[in-house]
């Protein structure tokens, strides 16, 4: 299989094809739909590689992203994503909001 | 914990003795009698935001929004003349809803040259003229130069647009807005064209969403979580200064930024992006800040929390900005909308940093959108079982009991008015 992520981040390639979402809207998706356990392995593997994987995407033009820089980008945006139900509520969903919904309409590309 | 100063006073509440201390009713958020009363009285009489001008950026650039409380879509239109106006999304022929796709509850954007009406092809340029009729021979006495669209009152402050359904405004929207609002004239909104939309359909009266996020006293009790549980020391939250004029608030807060805490105040994911619950550590330079920013002059200065009547809030953290808006669809549900705007990123690394501000202002809305409808049933009941008619306030919750106040005056006033006609 190629590669989705820059040769460096070779070590977070398991999950990238799961996490490398371009859109809000998928990546709660995505959160909501996986298990703790899974969450917590991606997490474990991407936090302490965040502050090089944010290096190494920086040293790009944000206009002209190569594709697997791109994809890294996405992951961190999944790191952002998830990181709070490891952080703070140890679980997918924001405690007491089983009748809320906030959906997000607009975002910047990329 | 850092003590602010009152009014001589004593509190901020007592500095506006209008609004008394009394334990205050919520029958206003759950009466659907009351809810009939706001549409006329304050919907159908209050400037109303609906967008921004970089919404409507080309001529011919359009947008429509949907206005449940006062019965109405509206299309919002840059003309070809360079004006921004307002109409009624409505066909004069036979009623037909004008500029919708797929699905005619749904709001639309885009751009044209006309409008044109999907039914029998009426079409209209967008100063709202009627242009062309099909076989207009077959009509009877058709006036085209008095069958135009309806239009509805326009007007734009700050690049924000309003829209006023009354036939005849009682106020400009300068006037409307009054100085406190005004005189954030020249803040660099017109720069922060990166942005954040956020929807949900909430179920609580639209005032009791405003109300919590127009009050701090519920964030160590609600959302203990914004610093994590090692430094979770319990205390409550003062707010630095509170100012009304009109119908519209403020309240300012002040204190260390959360970036020059000790690091175990922020999370690992706020320490690798430099951003989180108050945004980018380091938002841009906004150069001179305008009068109406921080006019408590707070030291060391938060976030300015400005809520203007009826519905919508914006909250400025100097260099971004977030904005709300609270459109009643029932007396018991709202549609929100959020807007994280942001100067648009010129780096990845400032990218991230506006994604990690918009990431936790989901966490956090989302815990507020829940509480409320908890907030809603249980005061549903109240009511209902007549159990509780008043409920206490306190200094820290001014705004809530100026707002619930406005809003029962405007209400007054508009009976008293035509009751008088």
Known sequence: ?110 | MARWPKPPEGSWTEHYPELGTAPISFEDSVSPEFYELEREAIFKRAWLNVGRVEQLPRKGSYFTKEIEVADTSLVIVHGLDGQIRAFHNMCRHRGNKLMWNDFPREETSGTCRQFTCKYHGWRYDLQGRLNFVQQEGEFFDLDKDATGLAPVHCEVWSGFVFVNLAPEPEQTLTEFLGPMITDLDGYPFDKMTERYVFQGDNHSNWKLFADAFQEYYHVPSLHPQQVPAPVRTGAGFECAHFQLDGPHRLVSTGGARRWTLPPEYMYPIERTTRSGLVGPWESPDIGEPPPGLNPGKIDPWGIDNFQIFPNVEILIYRGWYLMYRYWPTSPGSHRFEGMLCFQPATTVRERIEHEVAAVVFKEFALQDAGMLTGTQTALESAYANKIIEGFPVNDQEVLVRHFHHVVAAWVRDHQRKAAAS
């Open chain 1, 1 to 110: 299989m190629t590669a989705l992520l820059p040769a460096a981040f070779a070590g977070l390639e398991p999950f990238a094809a799961a996490w490398c979402l371009p859109t809000e809207a998928e990546r709660y998706a995505k959160r909501l739909a996986t298990p703790m356990s899974d969450i917590q392995a991606f997490y474990d593997a991407a936090t302490p590689r965040a502050e090089a994987a944010l290096a190494h995407c920086d040293a790009y033009p944000l206009d002209d992203l190569p594709e697997d820089v791109l994809h890294l980008m996405h992951l961190l945006y999944s790191l952002v994503a998830i990181s709070f139900c490891v952080e703070a509520w140890s679980q997918q969903r924001v405690p007491d909001t089983g009748a809320a919904a906030l959906d997000c309409l607009i975002e910047p590309v990329p």
